[in-house]
């Protein structure tokens, strides 16, 4: 075990310790945990506030700091104020032991046979930092473990920040319940829980994977690097179907689909602290996507995540403030041969409070990449080469892509808090999904009242049989005749015919 360099790389980040070969607790957290695991007669832990002295006993077994004491009061709130006697009474009871006995206590053995598994590092539990191009595949069962120890906060936070990593234990998650009225905070814990009553009274079966994708910045002689704007000026790929939902949600989707992570750089976003928009809900309903956070380090321009095979376990209604759990979800999802559920979410994160920056050359490029790095599908990357080598056209594109069905499903990514444009947003998605040679793009309005003729441009669009090359184009000089202060309309009535007719009033290419 000492010889691997994906446990050496995560280790510090672990909260337990090689020695001899082998990965166990440090005897003091390990007879705290056979303690919990015993329950509430023999811990004596049947409180919120008794929880987190148990909480500060096992950090400080494992030389971390105490658990903070808004922490200590949010995990004292939940626990005793705001479950009912019945819930408090399972958990403490049956849930916390059996995460105790289940999961933590088996943590090292689960480790240990991960790394068995996992045979050349290509898949294993590691660092995967910035421009790291690699995937690792865990076992549901190792992610339930991993989760209990963010529960628990048994972390440890030291070189977190130094290696660009997000915050993984749950401290500041239930410390929010103690400064945050919004009633979403509580409903946020209380998804999380429901993941830890579901898990410790089922076998885990699946596994789940994480991919960090690179679109490298220097040409490489077998594969794409970073298109440039000639690169995507010149692209022949014909523009794939587009249908617009103006109700519906990513995650509800019926096809086979990238679902989209409108994404901060730090995956997870405020999911483990007070965020609760589209990231942070989707990381509630599928707790599996908060594992990423132990290892994957922020995101660059040219970077993006996917992760395959996290189950959702939560239903829910509303959205930021009037966000509710409702109750269990049955995942029936199948499996691929990874063991995986056919449950691809792709984090993608767009530029935040970009004004004009989105219109610019730089800002349009920096978006494209971005959401083609995400759309990127790697069993395609001979037909990339030939696309970008101008050997694949709209005329015969058809007889070079294989037949699939996995499209991408997505939405308003990067309008709502970080001030994108949705017009600009929607075209370039498409574009970008697209030059994946993705068979479809399935756009979720969310009702919004600046996409009202997103059906009608892009129908007008697809009349006109244009390809990537010739969209961009077109979102190119609009920017410029914007940054010009030549025009001050939106694209969609910019591009659009104004008397409704199928002419070509802006139609430059060609």
């Not at 990238?258 to 976003?269: I, K, M, T």
Request: aromatic share 10%.
């Amino acid at each position: 075990m000492e010889a691997r360099g994906d446990l050496r790389s995560i280790l510090p980040f672990l909260p337990v310790v090689l020695r001899g070969g082998a990965l166990f607790w440090p005897p003091p957290a390990q007879e705290a945990l056979k303690a919990l695991a015993l329950g509430p007669d023999v811990s004596r832990v049947s409180s919120g506030d008794v929880f987190a002295d148990a909480l500060t006993d096992l950090r400080l077994a494992l030389n971390l700091d105490p658990l903070p004491p808004r922490a200590a009061e949010g995990f004292a709130l939940f626990f005793d104020d705001l479950l009912s006697r019945a819930q408090a009474r399972d958990w403490f009871d049956h849930i916390l032991p059996s995460l105790a006995r289940l999961l933590l206590l088996r943590l090292p053995t689960l480790l240990e046979d991960h790394y068995h598994r996992a045979g050349d590092q290509s898949r294993g539990l590691r660092l995967l930092g910035s421009q790291d191009a690699g995937l690792v595949l865990l076992s549901q069962e190792l992610a339930a473990a991993l989760l209990a120890c963010a529960l628990f906060c048994l972390f440890p936070t030291t070189d977190r920040t130094k290696a660009h990593l997000p915050a993984i234990n749950f401290d500041s998650l239930f410390a929010a319940l103690c400064y945050n009225s919004r009633q979403s905070q509580e409903q946020k814990v209380r998804c999380l829980v429901h993941y830890f009553n579901r898990v410790t009274a089922s076998t885990l079966s699946g596994s789940v994977s994480f991919e960090r994708k690179v679109l490298p910045r220097q040409a490489v002689s077998d594969g794409i690097a970073y298109p440039d704007m000639d690169a995507w000026m010149t692209s022949g790929a014909p523009l794939c179907a587009f249908r617009v939902f103006s109700s519906g949600l990513i995650e509800d989707e019926e096809q086979e689909a990238l679902e989209v992570d409108f994404a901060n750089r730090y995956l997870g976003g405020g999911a483990l602290s007070r965020g609760c928009v589209q990231e942070e809900i989707r990381c509630m309903i599928n707790p599996e996507l908060i594992v990423g956070m132990l290892f994957m380090a922020s995101m660059e321009d040219n970077e993006a995540i996917e992760i395959v095979g996290a189950e959702r376990f939560s239903q829910y209604t509303g959205y930021g403030s009037s966000f509710r759990f409702t109750g269990d979800y049955l995942d029936d999802k199948p499996f691929d041969a990874m063991g995986r559920r056919k449950t691809r979410i792709v984090a993608i994160d767009a530029l935040d409070c970009p004004t004009m920056l989105q219109i610019e050359s730089s800002g349009l490029l920096r978006e494209v990449n971005k959401a083609f790095c995400g759309f990127v599908d790697q069993s395609k990357h001979q037909l990339y080469v030939k696309l970008f080598q101008g050997l694949i056209t709209k005329d015969n594109c058809p007889s070079v892509i294989p037949d699939e069905c996995t499209g991408v499903s997505t939405g308003n990514w990067g309008c709502g808090a970080f001030g994108g444009n949705p017009e600009i947003k929607s075209m370039i998605q498409w574009i970008a999904a697209s030059q994946a040679l993705r068979s479809f793009v399935n756009y979720y309005t969310f009702e919004s009242e600046s996409l009202k003729r997103l059906e009608e441009v892009t129908r007008w669009i697809l009349l006109h049989r244009w390809t990537v090359g010739e969209l961009w184009h077109m979102l190119v000089e609009y920017s410029s005749q914007r940054l010009r202060r030549e025009t001050y309309e939106g694209f969609f009535t910019w591009l659009l015919p104004s008397d409704g007719t199928n002419g070509d009033v802006h139609y430059m290419c060609e």
